[in-house]
């Protein structure tokens, strides 16, 4: 067995990439949390004011043997909408950009091969994710932990942006998919 690597992405709501990522063969672990911005241990109405710069992202723990960096890469761009600029659907702001933040040299290169692959494959569309960092790390307040599995289930925002986001992944991504 080989030792879990880490991924950290933003791609609009936490709730919902994270809801995306438990799904994904090979991912041990999703976190959800904040990352890219100059307070220290920012609150979640801090970031959400959108005066902190920190993006609501997630931390994936994964297997490198059961699914690469650049596969987890290919989901993260594949089910969220990584043509818009500080904004996924109705959540506006930099808080809510569309982001990956390597942890090393060779994740950066990945990110970089990452979006010129879904450009390639997306003619007349441009993803304007960013890569950034280094970053600090800030887990987000336990209640934001696993949201979809259990508030989520009851949250008319959830209801309508995540079981979309769910579909794509089935759909696009099928051999990724936890059975």
């Known amino acids: 067995m080989s030792d879990n690597e880490t991924a950290i992405l ?8 994270e809801a995306v990522f438990r799904d994904v063969v090979g991912v041990s672990e999703v976190e959800s949390g904040y990352i890219g ?12 004011g959108g005066q902190t ?20 890469l290919d989901v993260f761009l594949g089910t969220h909408d990584p043509t818009q600029l500080n904004r996924q659907g109705n959540d506006v702001g930099t808080q809510y ?6 942890l090393d040299e060779a994740q950066r290169a990945e990110a970089e091969a990452a979006i010129a692959r879904w450009n390639a494959e997306h003619e007349g569309s441009r993803a304007v994710t960013t890569i950034e960092g280094p970053a600090v790390w800030y887990p987000a307040e336990d ?4 949201y979809w599995e259990g508030e989520g289930q009851r949250n ?8 979309p986001k769910l579909l794509k992944l089935r759909k696009s991504f099928q051999a990724k998919v936890k059975a």
């Open 10 to 17: 933003a791609g609009g709501c936490f709730w919902c990439t």
């Open 53 to 72: 710069g920190h993006a609501e992202a997630i931390r994936v723990t994964y297997d490198p043997s059961a699914i690469s960096y650049g596969e987890i």
């Open 97 to 102: 950009r569309s982001a990956i933040f390597p």
């Open 156 to 163: 008319p925002y959830c209801l309508a942006t995540i079981p």
């Open 37 to 48: 911005g100059t307070v220290a241990n920012p609150t979640y109405k801090q970031v959400c």
């Open 143 to 146: 209640y934001h932990q696993e």
